[in-house]
């Protein structure tokens, strides 16, 4: 009799472990399920003030939604890394959610988005409070074999705080277009409206200056054809935006500018529906009333910025209304496309040095013995520069022939792509979750051990 008090005490505090040990295990799997974030790394600027859970409740799928949320400033991203085949394009898509999303300084590229680490490379940032909607991020390897894609609220422009969820993370190879022919959006901004230091500064392009400018574009698409040798065609939409330009960027160096973000709303409809390989922004930072309002130091032309990674510049038309930059003039100026002509060598000097390749720097001219002549200004140089031309004692240096046919990625490289299926792939079952949770536990004990 004893013994059998004994054995039912026994196997009475043996279910009770086994229901604690379930009850445990229960809460843990909730835990994991609330916390999990797949083969994602999360990174934040300001270490663990925000929070990355999962959501049962806000979802678009039947999988719970990725959600970040930062109750104070902060740039906050969970990230994975991609193999990817050089100089291929690549569109990463997501549907997003926001709440409340707020960004530290008014900035068009701050907010939740699909972003590489360590790049400038973004899709469009949302903020405020928006429902689900689909976004995408489309770049080109150039020289790289993996990325880190990640899904971002905040940005490297600057921080933000609020809520963003993510769902359904598709990433798709497309097929490079391979073609020479480069097709540029030049904006002309007809008014300048921005206030500046507490004064309000108005500002026009005449009639004459949209006559001079029309005149260069057509010079500028000639000499890219004959000064590369034919190694490109450029054909250039003009396009005369009557929204006044009223927004600006400064930097310490070079004073006030358009950066991309500025004139995002009055350009993104254009660039959206064309297959552009390149902008420009025309603007007027001054003139004979207004001629040190807006502090610009000593530029001209500004490049080797981007849009999406479409290459992006700045023309600034001149303060004096009587210059000949942009007006030829047999015994003044030959030459007048030459600030137009320099940006674009600017965005392919990047780009070429993105793809792997040497080339001198497009400012070094004096270095090889080039000259800022009289009429044609550096018009040998360039030629040289695009022709790998320029001599050395180790041989010719300048672009590679190849850079005219390597374009920035865009929409319509993905007519015919191939979908990258398991790179986003979530475990579907629990024995799938189990091998995840094993798999990360070992990457996790590797970076330990590292
Ligand atoms: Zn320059």
């Given at each position: 009799m004893d013994t059998n008090v004994k054995e039912r005490k026994h196997k009475t505090s043996y279910y009770i472990t086994l229901v604690i040990l379930l009850v445990i295990l229960y809460f843990a799997y909730q835990f994991y399920q609330a916390n999990n974030f797949n083969e994602f790394i999360r990174s934040e600027s300001?270490?663990?003030?925000s929070k990355f859970t999962r959501d049962d409740k806000i979802k678009y799928s039947d999988k719970k939604s990725y959600k970040i949320s930062s109750s104070n400033f902060n740039d906050a991203m969970f990230y994975k890394k991609i193999q990817v085949k050089k100089n291929q394009p690549y569109k990463v898509t997501c549907m997003v959610k926001t709440n409340a999303v707020q960004a530290?300084?008014?900035?068009?590229?701050?907010?939740?988005q699909i972003a590489i680490e360590g790049s400038t490379e973004r899709s469009v940032a949302l903020s405020g409070t928006q429902d689900w909607q689909r976004i995408e991020l489309i770049f080109n390897s150039k020289n790289r074999e993996e990325v880190n894609v990640g899904f971002r609220l905040g940005g490297y422009l600057g921080q933000a705080k609020g809520e963003a969820w993510f769902s359904n993370f598709t990433i798709e190879e497309g097929i490079a277009e391979n073609n020479n022919n480069w097709k540029f959006a030049c904006f002309i901004f007809e008014t300048t409206d921005v206030t500046i230091n507490g004064k309000e500064i108005k500002l026009k392009v005449t009639q004459s200056d949209m006559h001079d400018i029309n005149d260069t574009i057509n010079l500028f698409e000639r000499s890219c054809y004959n000064l590369s040798n034919r190694k490109m065609t450029a054909e250039c939409d003009v396009y005369q935006v009557d929204t006044p330009l009223s927004k600006l960027s400064y930097d310490e160096q070079y004073g006030y500018y358009v950066s991309a973000e500025d004139v995002e709303e009055q350009i993104k409809s254009t660039i959206a529906t064309n297959k552009y390989d390149h902008i420009y922004v025309i603007v007027r930072l001054g003139d004979e009333e207004h001629e040190n309002d807006i502090e610009v130091n000593d530029w001209i032309g500004l490049g080797s910025m981007d849009y999406y990674g479409i290459g992006f510049s700045n023309i600034r038309l001149p303060n004096?209304?009587?210059?000949?930059?942009?007006k030829y003039d047999g015994r003044i100026n030959t030459f007048p496309e030459e600030v137009f002509l320099h940006e674009f060598l600017h965005s392919l000097e990047r780009n070429a040095e993105e793809y792997g390749y040497e080339r001198p720097e497009l400012h070094d001219y004096q270095k090889y013995g080039y000259k800022n002549e009289?009429?044609?200004?550096?018009k040998r140089w360039y030629t040289d520069y695009m022709n790998k031309n320029i001599k050395t004692t180790m041989g010719n240096i300048g672009l590679p022939e190849e850079i005219y046919k390597l374009k920035p990625a865009k929409?319509?490289?993905?007519?015919?792509s191939y979908e990258?299926?398991?790179?986003?792939k979530e475990p579907e079952n629990i024995i799938e979750e189990i091998i995840e949770i094993i798999n990360n536990l070992k990457s996790k004990i590797k970076l330990i051990f590292k």
């Open positions: 300001n270490l663990y003030s530290e300084q008014e900035n068009s590229g701050i907010g939740a004096d209304s009587k210059s000949y930059i942009y009289a009429l044609i200004g550096q929409n319509s490289n993905f007519e015919y990258m299926e398991d790179q986003f």
